[in-house]
Every structure is written in structure tokens, then in C-alpha cells.
């Protein structure tokens, strides 16, 4: 009697350690573009199993110039996306069910790019413009508004510094976490006018899912949000782990280029600046989107009708506090 107690108990015991760990849950995020530092947080909270410690097996997918991130997210291909503040309230304009849930970036790196003796944007009336086809719904509307710039000073802009670097009337498009870089190796040490500085709003490298998954599995966009903006935190201190994974998934990204790219998050504090600073990683406000909502509706980029607030949640801002 006594051998077979002590095979019930060895049974039981084994049934213990045998049985399955529970399941992860899994997620799938795509970016906007080809892995770079303005996506680290992600990866190093893939590789430092951050995601995981959270309880999900998180998949994240590169963007491109031909991904249509939004369009894949309504084909649920993916179960959230990084977006833009502008896009998305487009998107609820249409009455597409889309919903913001974080703010990486607490400012838009969009940038205007000039030469050494240019002392202030204002003096950028005077030069040429370098300006991509995107701006037309984006922030061209703002800085002809904010500082008198005109469509005739205007031409096209080929996404390479070469005209800069020989036309010193020239000033361009850019971000503040790239393109001066590529300048700065061409010769010229650049002057960067950061939009966001001068009052663009937007926030970017937004998270967006569906209404549905913030209904359904709202615990699952929770714990991503936090994994998220713990992945960010770690990037910033160390981003060795995070910057290992994204030249495996983009080989052609170099160490210089990410270095730039991380020195120059942390210079204009993208992440960890604005109410970030008090509110956590990935915060967001009522008062920052009316703001982004106010100037498209002056730039007649939205209608005044659109309910702007149904753009994102504050959700999870309001659960989660990773600050930097």
C-alpha cells in the first residue's frame, strides 16, 4: 500500500514538471520601414526577452516603400502597425475602425536641413527647398502657415544628399536621426531645424491596432505596450542587444549609421522628452492631438466634423508608467 501512495505521488509530481508551460500569446507588429535605430526599443525587447517575460511570442515584421502598413492592418495581417497621428485621423475620417494606443517618439525627427551659415529657419525663404511629394499632407501645409515658405521655392526632393552637397542655396527634407549623417560624411557639418522645435505637433512611430483587438485583447495590448516601452528604456541605457537583431533582420545597416541614429534619439529626446518625461515611455495626451487635429483642420487636411478623439486611447497610457 505504502509502494503505491508513493507511485501516486510520483505520478502526480511528474504530471507537474511535464506538463506544458502556458502558451504565449502571439503578436505580430509591423514598422514603417527597414530595421534602424528609430526602431530599438522593439528589438531589444525582443532580445532581451522582454516580450516574453510578458508572456508573448511578439513577431516584428520590417516596413518599406511599398508596405501599405494601414492596409495591412485592416487585413489583420498584422495585429498592430507603426503608424503617424496624421494618417490615423485620415483614417478616422474615412471611419476606418483604427485606434492609436502609444507614442514612441514624443516628437516628429522631420527636419529641415541646411548649410553651416544659415542662422535661422526664417532665412530659409531665401533658398531652395528640397521637399518629398509626401509633405503636400504632411507638414508643407504647416511651414508655409508658420513661416511664409512658398510652393515656388519648392523642387522635388530625390531622397539623396548629393544636390545639397554642391548647392550651398540648397536645404532639404530630412530626419534628424539620418540624413546628417550621410551629410556630414559628404563634407558638410549641417544645420538641423527640427520642426517639432518650432511647434509641429505630431507625435510619431505611433502604435496602432484595431478597435476590435483593444476590445478583445486588451490584457495582450496592455502587456505590449509595457514590454514596449521597457524595450525603449533598456535601448537607451545599452542598445548593443537591440542593435545585434536589427542589422540581422537589415544586414546593409551599418554600426556608424545605427551609433548616429541612437545618439541622435537621445539628443532630441524623441522617446524620452516631452510627457514622457513624467507620464512614461509611449505617453500620449488629450491636448498634443487636439493640437495635431487643430492644424489639419486649418490646413483643410480634415474635416472639422472628424471626431478626432476616437483616433487613439488613453488606455493604457493611464495603466502603464515606464519612465525614462
Known amino acids: 500500500m505504502k509502494n503505491k501512495r508513493s507511485l501516486v505521488l510520483l505520478s502526480f509530481l511528474f504530471s507537474l514538471f511535464a506538463a506544458p508551460a502556458h502558451a504565449l500569446d502571439k503578436v505580430v507588429f509591423l514598422t514603417n520601414w527597414y530595421a534602424e535605430a528609430e526602431h530599438g526599443g522593439f528589438y531589444q525587447a525582443l532580445a532581451e526577452g522582454i516580450y516574453r517575460r510578458h508572456g508573448l511570442d511578439v513577431t516584428v515584421k520590417m516596413g518599406g516603400p511599398q508596405v501599405n502598413v494601414m492596409q495591412l492592418l485592416l487585413a489583420e495581417q498584422a495585429d498592430m502597425v507603426m503608424g503617424y497621428d496624421i494618417q490615423t485621423l485620415q483614417a478616422i475620417e474615412q471611419n476606418l475602425p483604427v485606434v492609436t494606443v502609444g507614442a514612441v517618439f514624443q516628437s516628429d525627427p522631420v527636419a529641415l536641413i541646411a548649410h553651416p551659415d544659415v542662422e535661422r529657419i526664417e532665412d530659409l525663404k531665401t533658398r531652395t527647398l528640397l521637399i518629398g511629394q509626401a509633405s503636400e499632407t504632411t507638414y508643407w501645409p504647416w511651414l508655409k502657415a508658420k513661416f511664409g515658405f512658398t510652393d515656388q521655392q519648392k523642387r522635388p526632393y530625390a531622397f539623396s544628399v548629393q544636390q545639397f552637397l554642391v548647392d550651398k542655396n540648397v536645404a532639404q527634407q530630412g530626419y534628424a536621426t539620418s540624413e546628417p ?58 542598445p548593443a542587444p537591440g542593435n545585434a537583431l536589427i542589422r540581422k533582420a537589415n544586414p546593409q545597416m551599418s554600426d556608424d549609421v545605427l551609433a548616429y541614429g541612437v545618439a541622435s534619439i537621445k539628443k532630441f529626446a524623441l522617446v524620452d522628452g516631452g510627457d514622457a518625461r513624467t507620464l512614461g515611455i509611449l505617453a500620449m495626451t488629450d491636448a498634443r492631438w487636439k493640437q495635431t487635429y487643430d492644424f489639419m483642420v486649418g490646413a483643410g487636411m480634415l474635416n472639422k466634423d472628424t471626431d478626432w478623439k476616437k483616433a487613439y486611447t488613453l488606455q493604457f497610457v493611464r495603466q502603464v508608467k515606464v519612465l525614462p
Open 181 to 238: 549623417y550621410s551629410i556630414e560624411k559628404g563634407g558638410v557639418k549641417p544645420k538641423v531645424f527640427l520642426l517639432a522645435q518650432y511647434g509641429y505637433p505630431p507625435y510619431a512611430e505611433t502604435i496602432i491596432a484595431l478597435d476590435k483587438t483593444v476590445r478583445t485583447r486588451a490584457d495582450v495590448v496592455h502587456r505590449f505596450y509595457q514590454a514596449t516601452a521597457e524595450g525603449w528604456k533598456s535601448y537607451l541605457k545599452n
